[in-house]
């Protein structure tokens, strides 16, 4: 009886395509990705999206809830979005950048963008996900993952000042898994070189 065993490039590739795998981009290329948004018109054009104030209450985009399986796997890692003032409307209303998460009818919130945003040129926003930052629930919150929302609101009521409604766009909305550490690689890898060795000592004692 032959003993298969995989080679070591084909297990270090099966590791990293499995962090890879666990990762969520949104980078609304061809759609909104089912992508949907309260408090404003929602329009996908030129690889992003954009939101059109229509009312007082602040503009924000959900994820898909189908996406969201096995949340515990974003613990330690990051959730990070790029946005846009489109058309100068001041940004004097600081929700912006606020992130929600929700699951087991629990939540956790965090702003995670401080002062007057976004500008007039495309700026990248991220935060970790982990309980130093988020508070002890978020893992809880995480085990149980069913929504996670992010407030594009930065401008105080709904007007038609400095140059049109509020208009802000969205891009390369990501939640990425924790990356093991080198040293977690290391050892991984310490022990898959040791898989031929093994299967020597497997095919002596058969013989």
Known sequence: MRTCLPTLGALVLAL???VASANLLYTFDNDAQGVTSTGAILTEGSGFLTLQDID???MAVYLPSA???NG???LGGTLSFDAINLNGASNDWFSFGTVRLSGGGQF??????PGAEPGGAWQTYAVALDEATWGPSLSVVLAQLSGVS???ESHIGYDNSNGGFELNGVDNIRLAAA?????????????????????????????
């Open 16 to 18: 990293s395509s499995s």
């Open 56 to 58: 007082g209450a602040d």
């Open 67 to 69: 996406d969201l399986v």
């Open 72 to 74: 515990l796997q974003y």
């Open 108 to 113: 956790v919130e965090l702003d995670i963008v």
């Open 150 to 152: 992010i407030t594009l």
């Open 179 to 207: 990356v093991p550490e080198p040293g977690t690689w290391a050892l991984a890898l310490a022990g898959l070189a040791m898989l031929p060795w093994v299967a020597r000592r497997q095919l002596a004692k058969r013989h």
